[in-house]
């Protein structure tokens, strides 16, 4: 039988869904995730660098 949670980290084993806040600075409960943790916590902080750039750029011209 598969594990159909093993992919979805907003999805425990038991079955009940919750949310994890994921930040750019990352966490130990990321990590916790592996390679599923990994991919949210570098797709957050590439947003946040895109955004900070497009910061950068506005202030300076």
Do not use: H, I
Request: glycine share 12%.
């Amino acid at each position: 039988m598969e594990d159909k949670n093993k992919n979805n980290p907003e999805q425990s084993k038991d079955g009940q869904k919750g949310a994890f806040e994921v930040t750019p600075l990352g966490s130990l409960g990321l990590l916790a995730l592996g390679a599923v943790g990994l991919k949210a916590w570098r797709q957050k902080r590439a947003e946040v660098m895109a955004q900070q750039q497009a910061n950068n750029e506005k202030k300076n011209g």
